[in-house]
């Protein structure tokens, strides 16, 4: 039986058990290998984590005004499959361009994302934090755009493309809604 439910048996004040192996661990460290259970590792404060995303500018820079070529990026990942959709929305027209991925890799998204866009006007896209988004800056050579990114779970940043993707998501499901038996 543990100290901490002997005490409460015998009326007297308890305490808890991380309090019992703390102070056995400070003050009596011999005693340590006694103990019957180890006790939990005390976790880590959370530290700010850095982007791993380099030279990002945040969505907040990007000019007022909806003049042509700004473009919105996301990315459709399907529930039944390891298959992926490159949406890109512009924000004036509305114009879509869907593209499927092979995969979900950084190569992969920025060589499909430079194909969906070539040859159209293209002066900014704005991204979302993800990770296949890291190769950004190749785009920016590629198209001579400016790359944004959302500030992290900001997703409202990017309506126009985050409605699409839902309307996207919407098919997919009345899609599959048949095949289920």
Same mark, same amino acid.
């Given at each position: 039986?543990? &100290?901490?439910?002997?005490?409460?048996?015998?009326g007297?004040?308890s305490?808890?058990?991380t309090? &019992?192996y703390?102070w056995?661990?400070k003050e009596?460290?011999?005693?340590?290998a006694?103990?019957y259970?180890?006790y939990?590792?005390p976790?880590?404060? @959370?530290?700010a984590r850095?982007? $791993?995303?380099?030279?990002? $500018?945040?969505?907040?820079?990007?000019?007022?005004?909806?003049?042509?070529?700004q473009?919105?990026?996301?990315l459709?990942? !399907?529930r039944?499959s390891?298959?992926a959709l490159q949406?890109?929305v512009?924000r004036?027209s509305r114009?879509?361009?869907? !593209?499927?991925?092979?995969d979900?890799?950084?190569n992969?998204?920025s060589? $499909?994302?430079?194909?969906a866009?070539r040859?159209?006007?293209?002066?900014?896209i704005?991204y979302d934090?993800?990770i296949? @988004?890291?190769l950004?800056?190749k785009v920016?050579d590629?198209?001579g755009? $400016?790359?944004?990114f959302?500030?992290?779970y900001?997703s409202?940043?990017k309506?126009?493309?985050?409605?699409?993707?839902g309307?996207?998501?919407?098919?997919?499901e009345?899609?599959?809604?048949g095949d289920?038996p």
């Amino acid at each position: 039986m543990c &100290i901490s439910k002997r005490l409460k048996l015998e009326g007297r004040e308890s305490v808890s058990h991380t309090a &019992i192996y703390r102070w056995i661990r400070k003050e009596e460290p011999a005693l340590e290998a006694y103990l019957y259970r180890s006790y939990h590792k005390p976790r880590r404060k @959370n530290k700010a984590r850095t982007s $791993v995303i380099k030279w990002r $500018v945040p969505i907040a820079h990007r000019p007022e005004g909806r003049e042509s070529g700004q473009w919105e990026s996301g990315l459709v990942v !399907s529930r039944r499959s390891k298959a992926a959709l490159q949406t890109c929305v512009e924000r004036n027209s509305r114009y879509v361009r869907i !593209s499927p991925l092979k995969d979900h890799s950084a190569n992969e998204n920025s060589s $499909v994302l430079i194909r969906a866009l070539r040859g159209l006007p293209c002066s900014s896209i704005a991204y979302d934090n993800g990770i296949e @988004n890291v190769l950004h800056q190749k785009v920016n050579d590629a198209l001579g755009c $400016v790359s944004y990114f959302c500030e992290p779970y900001h997703s409202w940043e990017k309506g126009t493309i985050e409605n699409r993707n839902g309307i996207i998501r919407q098919y997919q499901e009345y899609r599959f809604q048949g095949d289920k038996p």
